[in-house]
């Protein structure tokens, strides 16, 4: 393995500002704006919690920690520091894997992972995977909410979503994201209607 490549644990931190995409079609100034703040937010609390920066994906960020505890101790300040600016509203999502380094870069399945439950943040809000909801268990200051386990399209991992409900954090509704558990739910559905075909099958021809 070239010595630029690392396979390693880590704590992984995607972020999105809500809404950002139709904010840039009304207003590319105030976007410009919310971009500078998250930055000028950011930054310092990198250097406070020892995190790395490794992408901006147009208004998302992916970064990683050597730890959890510091991935959540970053993301509650970002969040508190987040709502103090005008239109600022960011979801954020935790997930603890093996990951790979690749210099600046970082990849793989749990990476991926990680953006795709993102979007199960409330707005202004955290949600972390199972994993993560392991290693904070006998932290009492730390409050959380099981979401479900959805099907996450190209992951093949069995996941649990939790959202922190402590630290004056939203609870996600799940109005807002019974769509994404829909699949899921349906494939559960569909699973257990083959199931009962066959036994019903069975029984036909036994008798």
């Known amino acids: ?8 644990l880590a704590a992984i931190v995607f972020t999105d500002i809500v809404n950002f995409s139709s904010i840039s079609g009304t207003d590319e100034k105030q976007a410009i704006s919310l971009l500078e703040a998250q930055n000028k937010i950011v930054q310092p609390l990198l250097k406070e ?14 970064l990683s920690f050597t730890t959890v505890s510091d991935a959540i101790k970053f993301s509650i300040k970002f969040q508190e520091k987040s709502k103090r600016i005008k239109g600022l509203i960011i979801r954020i999502a935790i997930h603890e894997g093996e990951v790979t380094f690749k210099g600046k870069d970082v990849i793989g399945d749990d990476v991926n992972l990680t953006s795709r439950i993102e979007g199960f943040a409330a707005p202004g ?17 730390y409050k959380t909410h099981y979401i479900g386990k959805p099907k996450l399209k190209g992951i093949s991992q069995n996941v649990s979503v939790y959202c922190i409900i402590s630290h004056n954090l939203p609870k996600t509704k799940s109005s807002d994201i019974s769509a994404k558990l829909e699949s899921d739910t349906k494939q559960i559905i569909t699973r257990g209607l083959l199931s ?6 069975v029984s036909w021809f036994i008798i």
């Open 196 to 201: 009962l075909s066959a036994i019903v099958f």
């Open 49 to 62: 919690y020892q995190g790395t920066l490794h992408k901006e994906l147009g208004d998302g960020l992916l």
């Open 125 to 141: 809000g955290i949600v972390i995977s199972g994993k993560v909801q392991q290693n904070i268990l006998s932290i009492p200051e």
């Open 1 to 8: 393995m070239p010595q630029d490549i690392k396979r390693k």
